[in-house]
């Protein structure tokens, strides 16, 4: 089997965005990669910078990375991995958009090896371990429903928490500090000391889904908006109210910074999602600075990379909850990861995920069933784009 084209897809063309296609205002545009081969089995993968501002960044490095595996044989997936990490130069300096394209294109690899032995890739990664996948709804901040919301007020991040009970979650993930009392995101800084009107915010609603949910998991969500040290203010009054874990309470190009809040939170630690490649976990690993990894398959490396990472971490009893914040082939694909791996925590559903016009993109919409997930049976990772996810799509056709 050879690989003939590749076709980079990147979702929501403009000028025709839907307007809710957006979570927290923030412009939406997954990128797939579909790639095929002589014996017209193609495989559908998926770049992890869908927002922020890398689209277009991912969407090119796809392209480029593209050329580099015609005619190779995509049933040799750690051979087409290496080429590009080694093979394209810059591979070997990690990074969001470089892993991106990586990932793209592994994923979609897997796809192929699954339809090609008409099993699911689950199967081909060592079998089933988790035959339920527990999950939360994450992204409290942003409302629990079709359209997305800016909360501001201590009662609406109750309300919001009362709607992913009513839909059967026992888990919750919340940012309490990215809008401010006008519900303006990042209206105001979390680093330096956090005053105390700005703390006493945070803790309220934090407060008021614990009143709302007294049996809830709540994991609590930074971004990176906070540092060391107003994360260690912020961490030490949230102790109280029982959090399952803390996520990037700073950004993770210092891990030492990890280990200094882990030493002064009681709350278990988590971050990953902006790290790279097991390269990029080691030192988190080594000086046990976390508790849960993070990593996203749709740009820590794809499928190969992040198996690899998640059989690293159990080595250091660290638990993990794949990140998932794109399109519906990023969720199909670490629902396939999880099912396999032994220190499997939980699974994000994220806001995004609700919004009809991203599930269109696919032809499956595997959702939660009483806050938990089926592992998807159908040969590959089990995910199609639709034809109104093309027909409205920027395409390039690698061939």
């Known amino acids: 089997m050879k690989i003939t084209s590749v076709e980079i897809i990147r979702s929501f063309k403009e000028p025709s965005i839907p307007a809710e296609v957006a979570v927290g205002n923030v412009p939406w545009h997954p990128v797939f990669v579909r790639i095929n081969t002589d014996e017209g089995i193609s495989g559908l993968g998926e770049v992890g910078v869908a927002y922020g501002n890398a689209q277009r960044a991912g969407f090119g490095m796809a392209i480029d990375f593209a050329q580099c595996i015609l005619g190779l044989d995509p049933m040799n997936n750690e051979q087409i991995w290496d080429r590009l990490h080694r093979l394209t130069f810059w591979g070997m300096g990690n990074g969001g958009v470089i892993m991106a394209g990586m990932s793209g294109i592994d994923i979609a690899l897997w796809d192929i090896r699954g339809k090609a032995l008409g099993v699911p890739v689950y199967q081909l990664l060592g079998g089933k371990t988790n035959t339920k996948l527990r999950a939360y709804a994450s992204q409290l901040q942003f409302d629990w429903g079709k359209v997305s919301h800016s909360l501001s007020k201590p009662e609406e991040y109750a309300e919001a928490m009362r709607k992913a009970m009513a839909d059967g979650f026992d888990a919750v993930k919340v940012d309490p500090v990215g809008f401010d009392k006008n519900g303006v995101w990042m209206g105001r800084s979390s680093r330096g000391i956090l005053q105390r009107d700005q703390m006493q915010l945070a803790i309220d609603r934090v407060a008021a889904m614990r009143e709302a949910g007294p049996d809830v998991d709540i994991i609590i969500e930074l971004h990176a908006l906070t540092d060391a040290t107003t994360s260690v203010q912020l961490g030490r009054e949230l102790e109280q109210l029982g959090c399952f874990y803390y996520e990037e309470p700073t950004q993770p190009l210092n891990a030492a910074l990890f280990r200094e809040i882990h030493d002064k939170v009681n709350i278990p630690i988590a971050t990953g999602e902006r790290v790279y490649t097991r390269w990029g976990y080691r ?75 991203n599930i269109q ?34 395409i390039v056709v690698v061939s």
């Open 283 to 357: 030192p988190f690993f080594e000086d046990h600075s976390i508790n849960i990894i993070q990593p996203d398959l749709c740009n820590v490396g794809g499928i190969t990379e992040g198996k690899k990472i998640c059989d690293y971490a159990h080595v250091y009893d660290i638990g993990v909850q794949v990140h998932c914040c794109g399109g519906p082939v990023s969720a199909s694909a670490a629902l396939q990861l999880e099912a396999v791996i032994p220190n499997f925590v939980i699974h994000e559903l994220h806001a995004s995920a609700l919004i009809d016009d």
């Open 361 to 394: 993109l696919c032809t499956k919409d595997y959702a939660a069933k009483g806050g938990y997930f089926e592992v998807p049976e159908a040969p590959g990772i089990g995910q199609e784009l639709t034809d109104r996810a093309l027909h409205n799509a920027e």
